[in-house]
């Protein structure tokens, strides 16, 4: 052995009671466990001191958006800070593969929000399996900071086979829908995503995401949707992809499962009660969220799916015509646009944490309200002219949950953690920074929601299980060494709505493949992250 962590507090991820133990590392994986008492203790060169640490396997994050951020940033210790070892990419139907010259262009511009326009990045690769070979030879052959798992996006798939219509497709374009879907599947993916509150994936109709899903499943993949509303609605939305997925024979995992807005104040109940019904009949489903009330997103996104057709370019064209304008105005201040989840767009809970264009950065960190109050202009004049100005490129923080909420989802039987964060902006959502130690100090130690042994399970071995990775998410013999040891009484997010890159405490070291990647609280210069591939198991 070339480590052993002894005395720690081991919090196996099993959800079981933690126990004392020795734990000996080799070759990258969990060589012995010795429980204290129980016969000799291991040896090797470095012995790590852990009394008064706990040890738990390496966190999962199950709704990341570091897609470009892993390739341009050798640091990462926004994630890896927290303790995470693993991030799930390709979120919410919109990424970087797979794509032709055409749709890379469309969808850098789509996500400039999200990650940037990538004109810092050297986009390599046009297949789901060249951006995995691409980020385990990133920075010179020595990988990344985190492992990443990838789904494939059905928005950008819809976009490569049928551009930014909003019609049904063609057999023949739902053939090459599923072809891609194939393909990425059979190259390493770990399953499909959708962005159903997003262009152009959102124009996708239930019997054309269902055959996408039965391509999926018979991968032993799952499915994985920003489904059709967060707001009115929320419900329907939510059985229509435990229908839609059970049809399929497609295992499910909703993303950032949340009940927002005024509408569904007081309603997680009846989301869990939904969920309930369906695992008791059969069906397979997980889900993530994470541990913060404000959304974030894109402004853009907030626009009517009309408003969408066509690409970017489209969608700007439509800003800059005063009668179009007009009617997606309407649309979000009156109707309730699809974009703002059928609820009517409240401007004072919409707030600016970045812009791409510095000539506009004024807005960050103000409401749309209060920039347009310091303007003497209504909202939707200051609104119209930011998403022009900077090219749809803002992305927005809302402010529409309920914390009661929140807590109750958290605990339930399939729950896993997903920070959902996005990097970009000068004033991102703490969530990017602090979703994990969140969990552990906020939610366990101070508010006693979930015992410390029941939230690492929610960040470990269950997502590893929906992951179907067989030997990652616990502390056990045999299993690779990404861990992570965190002091139970002062964890913490550092991060804040005012802070929101602050790094947490409580958390000296992490491991990933055995090697540290954070070593007393200081990120090392390891690259020990690989592109974690689902070996493709055929049904049948």
């Given amino acids: ?12 991820g099993t959800g079981g009671a933690s126990f004392r133990a020795d734990v ?9 466990i010795r429980k204290e008492g129980t016969g000799p203790r291991p040896t090797a060169p470095r012995v790590l001191d852990a009394d008064g640490l706990a040890l738990a396997p390496g966190f999962i994050d199950m709704h990341a958006h570091s897609d470009l951020a892993l390739l341009r940033d050798p640091d990462h ?21 797979p794509v032709d010259d055409d749709t890379l262009a469309a969808v850098r511009k789509a996500i400039t929000g999200w990650n940037g326009d990538g004109s810092d990045i050297d986009f390599d690769w046009r297949s789901v399996g060249e951006y995995l070979d691409r980020l385990d030879r990133n920075f010179g052959g020595q990988g990344i900071a985190v492992n990443a798992a990838y789904l494939i996006p059905q928005g950008t798939v819809r976009m490569y086979a049928m551009g930014w219509d909003d019609r049904p497709a063609t057999d023949a374009e739902l053939t090459r829908m599923k072809q891609l879907v194939a393909e990425g599947m059979a190259q390493g993916a770990v399953g499909m995503s959708s962005g159903l509150t997003y262009t152009p994936g959102m124009y996708a109709n239930d019997s054309e995401l269902a055959e996408l899903c039965r391509v999926v499943a018979q ?32 295992a499910l995992h909703l993303a950032h499962a949340t009940m927002n807005f005024g509408v569904n104040k007081g309603k997680a109940p009846d989301l869990l009660a939904l969920l309930d019904d369906a695992l008791d009949g059969g069906a397979d489903i997980s889900l993530d969220t994470y541990p913060y009330t404000p959304g974030c997103t894109t402004l853009v996104a907030m626009l009517p799916s009309w408003a969408g057709e066509g690409g970017p370019d489209a969608v700007l064209a439509r800003l800059r015509d005063d009668a179009t304008a ?14 703002c989840h059928g609820v009517p767009i ?31 202009e209504a909202p939707w004049t200051t609104a119209r002219r930011l998403l022009i100005e900077d ?16 807590r109750q989802i958290m605990r339930h039987r399939v729950h896993t953690g997903g920070s959902d964060g996005i990097l970009q902006g000068d004033k991102p959502h703490p969530r990017a920074y602090g979703t994990f130690p969140q969990y552990l100090g906020r939610y366990a130690r101070e508010l006693g929601i979930l015992s410390l042994e029941e939230t690492v399970a929610h960040l470990t071995s269950r997502p590893a299980a929906r992951l179907r990775l ?9 299993y690779r060494a990404d861990l992570v040891l965190f002091d139970p009484g002062t964890v913490a997010a550092g991060s804040t709505f005012e802070e929101p890159r602050t790094l947490p405490v409580g958390i000296p070291h992490v491991l990933i493949d055995g090697r540290f990647v954070v070593e007393d609280g200081v990120r090392t210069d390891v690259l020990a992250g690989r592109a974690v591939r689902r070996t493709p198991r055929l049904a049948g």
């Fill in 391 to 406: 090219r749809l490129g803002s992305t927005i923080l809302q402010h529409v949950g309920h914390e009661e909420n929140v």
């Fill in 326 to 339: 007009e009617r997606i105005r309407h649309h979000l201040e009156v109707v309730g646009s699809d974009g």
């Fill in 77 to 97: 210790s926004a994630k890896a800070a927290q303790g995470v070892t693993l991030e799930v990419l390709g979120q919410d139907g919109l990424s970087y593969a």
């Fill in 1 to 12: 052995m070339h480590l052993v962590i002894r005395d720690a507090r081991v919090i196996d």
């Fill in 470 to 478: 067989p030997d990652r998410g616990l502390v056990r013999e045999g």
């Fill in 24 to 32: 000996g590392i080799r070759d990258g994986r969990i060589a012995e």
């Fill in 219 to 250: 991968y032993d993949g799952y499915y994985c949707p920003h489904h059709r509303s967060y707001g009115a609605g929320a419900l329907q939305a939510y059985e229509e992809m435990v229908n839609l997925t059970r049809e399929a024979g497609c």
């Fill in 346 to 376: 409240e401007w004072d809970t919409i707030e600016i944490s970045g812009v791409s264009d510095p000539a506009v950065a004024g807005h960050v960190g103000r409401t749309i309200q209060q920039s347009a109050d310091e303007r003497g």
